[in-house]
């Protein structure tokens, strides 16, 4: 087995350069890799430092690491590029055909304005809460402040989907569960009715369900194959019955669903023009 | 004012591709961007469809519009590349020296494996419940299945990020506040006393606080800025005197902050050689 170790190193968490690297080297097969992180490299000294580990790796391996880099600070990727390894810089590749296209020269700086990313954490923050009020129909007040209201069984991914999209997106989302009184009724909760252009559903395969339930609560009626199966059905048959879009977590990742989710009230309010 | 549309094409969610865009684009001032999003670009259906889109953008925009891509699949991205917009091609530009380097071909496959994706969702969730359950102090139970355990004066910021350490990083996160009670005893909550080694502190400066607790309880004892300042310096004087590591929220990001906790919980790892 052929081992490197892998840098990342940023000026920020570092959280995109790992991402990218890691989907970059997902390509090469056979290849055991050792990740080494050095976020928020914003000082020389830090750089010097990450030098010395940097050459240590080397001598330990054998072979020379490979690095991506995500640096703004022109000194400072400068400094550290004195090293032995294999220099993936995911900003020196693009600055300069952007300079070139926008007509400009690149400020070099690091990060946005204090200003605005103290407004962005506050939205995220009141989305967050908001997910977490309404999660799961605890609270069916203020449902008119939801720019999106997620239906599905127990148990389908709503809660992981909401709470990333509101701390993602800062999106305002709440859900609600579509539970056996529904499903008798053949209708949708009442709270919901009034919101029918921001409902959205979940669904997910019966074996998963049941995997998922099980864990939950072993060996119950709840939890049984027979019970999700006619819980899925009755539920992607109400929703079909409700024109209510919805979407298959089976195999999707959470980061997915929420994108795809994006994707449809956006549209959404596109064809309603707001 | 220069405007410009910037368009992200990926074959996954492009959260990746879209925070690197925006990263190197915040490096240019004046310049207003449009962002338009093809998330899930895996088909050459798909990428005709795109390939319209981009020119009747460059006809209505009269100049042309920023790509940044990231896909796996040549075929597709070559598709793409027929149109009149700057490409700024993430894995493209990455592949050719990791192939040398890595003495290998890329396989230009899309994902990981399907198996490894659904651990690893599962992973996540069973974090994410694990969050949930033990926010806030609701529950003391399973404390020895934490990997950390946030201490903090109420509405310093423990919850999201308990909640983004467990949904981005699949860490059993708990946490549990450090209230007037605690400070009037001088000592770290009972049940938290076997598990000194997992805990770490969130501070933030009195006026934040304030700020954040206004909107919660305006014109309350609890949201003073007196009150806030009190307990805020008895939390740290706690913190500091039992030696728990702790961490400033005041201008740090959910991210930011997420990102020194687990660089600090690896690091106490490490030096516990577990």
Redesign the interface.
């Known amino acids: 087995m ?1 081992r ?1 170790t892998v840098i990342f190193i940023s000026d ?5 350069a790992e ?2 690297g890691n ?9 055991e890799l050792r990740p080494v ?1 050095f ?2 490299m914003d000082s020389l000294e830090k750089a010097d430092a990450c030098l010395l580990r940097i050459d240590e790796i080397r001598r330990q391996d054998g072979v020379r690491p ?1 690095v991506f880099m ?1 640096l ?1 600070k022109e000194e400072i990727s400068k400094r550290l590029r004195t090293a032995d390894a ?1 220099f ?1 810089d ?2 020196e ?3 300069s ?3 070139q ?2 007509g ?1 020269r ?4 690091v ?2 304005s ?1 200003g605005q ?1 103290r407004h ?2 506050a939205r ?2 009141a989305a ?1 809460n908001f997910a ?1 009020a309404h999660d799961d129909g605890i609270s069916a007040a203020d449902l008119k402040n939801a720019d999106v209201i997620l239906v599905g069984v127990s148990r389908c ?1 709503k ?2 989907t909401s ?2 999209l509101s ?2 997106f800062g999106l305002m989302a709440a859900n609600y569960p579509l539970i056996p009184e529904d499903f008798d009724r053949d209708s949708l909760p009442q709270p919901l009715l009034p919101f029918r252009d921001k409902l959205y559903g979940l669904t997910i395969s019966p074996e998963q369900l049941h995997r ?1 339930r099980e864990e939950r609560r072993p060996h119950s009626h709840y939890a049984s194959l027979a019970n999700c199966r006619l819980e899925v059905a009755a539920a992607e048959s109400l929703m079909r019955r409700t024109g209510i879009a919805w979407f298959d977590m089976t ?1 999707r ?4 669903m ?3 989710l994006m ?1 449809a009230i956006n549209k959404g309010r596109e064809e309603n023009g707001s």
Chains 1, 2 share one sequence.
């Open positions: 052929n490197r920020g968490t570092g959280i995109t991402t990218l989907g970059l080297l997902s390509q090469f097969a056979g290849i992180r976020p928020f490979l995500t703004m294999l993936l995911l900003f590749a693009f600055i055909p952007l300079e296209e926008l400009q690149s400020t070099h700086s990060g946005r204090h990313e962005e954490y995220r923050i967050m977490l991914g809660t992981p709470l990333y701390l993602q998922i195999s990742s959470i980061e997915e929420a994108v795809h994707q």
